[in-house]
Each structure stands twice: as C-alpha cells, then as structure tokens.
C-alpha cells in the first residue's frame, strides 16, 4: 500500500482518541471512531477527516492505540494516495454535448465520480474494466448489447429522470445490472406546468403574447382571445399519483371541480382534502371534464391510452393537457380531432416524437 500500511499494530487495538478510520477497501467508506472502539490489524487512521471534507484536505497525522497491557503503539497514518483515493468511475455522455447531463451539474458530479465519456472509453479500452454505472440524461440510445459487453464491473444504469420507459430494461437486467431513477424530484416542477399549460390555453396566453407583438397600429384585439375563467370548470386528472395529487390541489385553489380515474382509489380523507371525485372508468371522466390532463406512466397499456374513441367522448369545448408521454396519445387522431373541432384544444408538453418534425 502506497504511504504505508499499520505493522506496529499487531492483533487489535483501541483507540485513546476519537478518528476516522479507513478500511482496506478500493472505495472507502469513512466511519467516526470513539475512543476505546476496536481497530483490526492492518487498520489506518486519519485524524479528523470529517465526512464532508474534500479528499485533497484529509489531515494527515499519527494516532495513538492502545495494546494489551497499557503499551502504547503508534498507529502509522497513510497518506493518500491516488488509488487510495480514487473516485468510482461511471460512463456519461460529455458535459456539452447534447442530450448528456446538464452543464451547471457537472461539477456536482465530477466531485464524487471519475466520468469517463462515450468518445474516451472508445480510445481508452482499457477504462472498460472500471466502469461502474452509467449515468443517462434523456438519451439511452448508445446504451446496447456491445456496450455491456465490455462493461464487465458495470453494476448499475442510473437515470436522471423518472420515467424509464427508454431503457431496455429486460436487456440490462440480463447482465445483472440494476436500473434506478429519481423520483418525485420533478414532481412539483411537473404539476406547474401541467397548471401553466391550462392557463395558457384557456386565457389564450400564445395568441396574446403574438397579438402584442405584431398587430397593426389601431387593430382592436379579438374579444375570443380574452379566454374564460377555469375557476369553476372542471378538471380531469387521469393518472392520481404523487404528481396528480399536487396537480389537484393546485387546481382545488382555482376553485375548480376535480374528478380523477386511475389504477387506484386513493383513500377517502385524500380525496376530501382536494374536494376529488373518483371516476373508475375513463370515458365517464372525459364525458364531464372542461380539461383533461394526462399523468400516466408509458407502459403496454397507457400507449394510445387517448385514442379516436377517448377523444370523441369529449367535450367539444375541452382541452386536452399532456404532460406525461407523448405516446399516450394517439397523435394522428389528436390531429383529426383538433381538425374536426372534435375538441377545442391541447396543450402538449410531451409529443411523439420529440421534438416533432418541422
């Protein structure tokens, strides 16, 4: 071991001053040490190096344990090192590029992590063995077959979002490598949106915005664009999970009527508190809703969830808001409906594919 091992410590000592104790391991775990706790053979300690220190400002010292006998044996203290200290790897798109992880996160990544790019793992074969996670933002598409195949200490494919619907899950799990994501972290960021976009589609905030900008000198605005009121209106929340929960009570303070369909009926003292009504068939849902939005997971079966027959019964004053895969809706037969005033209007944060083709 680079710096030093412990050879004055033979069988095991307690310490008469509270360290940090490093086990021998490639990624340490540091643990706060008491005095009189039991340290092993082959043992080092670093002399208050608290949790939240940097590795480059670990104090470095010796430390005294205390054998059998009252004999005090020094404890050599290792310096670090970089093996020692070194970082796990993961694989990522580079900071910059498109699709990888936002810029402005970089450093908070890079402060616990070695990042290893798409562009220098393919240089560097070597970093293959080192590679531990792979960190994905949006685009999975260069995660395949010949990348795991290289990748034999890869243990974890980590998603910086909730929904995984773009990871080939069977095929990662099949090399024993575990998915995980973020949830809730953009739940209330989603719910206003959701909010926003019901807003901006009843008080025509687009058509507005583009009026003030470019109409004629002495052009009158068109009294339809003023919009109508939501307060009142009734809402449709298909999907009453965490983040169609904080929709409802965003839309209990406008006032509006909320009825929701999904997998589930939440308990009765949840519904009370947004004023919520449960509808366990969608139809009877869209039948009375003003607006629709649409909370759902992607799965088998929420794709086309809202297809020609779901938007028929519609109102034809409603609104269609979807915030949660663009393959939800069947977007050919949104098109038909919005052509044939089937409906009044969508409002899309998500469609298929992203962006649309122009």
Sequence with gaps: MKGGVVPDVIGTAKLTQAVTLLPYHEHLVWERLSVNTPISDGSAVLIDA??????????????????????????????????????????????????????????????????????????????????????????????????????????????????????????????????????????????????????????NIIQGDSFSRCHEEGEDVDVNHLGIDVGSKTLGIVGMGSIGYKVAKRAAAFDMKIF???????????????????????????????????????????THLIGRKQLSAMKSTATLINVSRGMVVDQEALVEALQNKIIKAAALDVTYPEPLPR
Aim: aromatic content about 6%.
């Design 260 to 302: 929701y369909h999904n997998r589930r009926r939440r308990p009765v003292e949840e519904e009370q508190m947004v004023g919520a009504e449960y509808c366990p068939v969608l139809e009877d849902l869209l039948a009375v809703s003003d607006y629709v939005v649409l909370l759902v997971n992607l799965t088998k079966a929420s």
């Design 50 to 203: 608290p949790r939240s220190q940097s590795h480059k400002n670990i104090m470095v010292g010796r430390a005294v344990a205390t054998m059998s006998g009252d004999s005090r044996v020094p404890v050599k203290i290792i310096n670090p090192s970089d093996k020692w200290m070194e970082k796990p790897y993961v694989l990522a798109r580079k900071f910059g590029s498109p699709q990888a992880i936002f810029t402005p996160l970089a450093s908070l990544v890079e402060e616990h992590f070695t990042v290893i790019d798409l562009e220098t793992l393919a240089s560097q074969p070597e970093l293959n063995q080192k590679i531990q996670a792979v960190l994905v933002w949006v685009d999975s598409a260069f995660l395949n077959r010949s990348l795991f195949q290289v990748l034999p200490n890869l243990k974890v494919v980590v998603n910086g979002g909730v929904g995984v619907d773009h990871l080939d899950i069977p095929l990662i799990n099949s090399f024993g490598v575990k998915v995980c994501n973020t949830p809730k972290v953009v739940d209330n960021a989603t719910a206003d949106l959701a909010m926003g976009l019901m807003l901006a589609s009843a008080r």
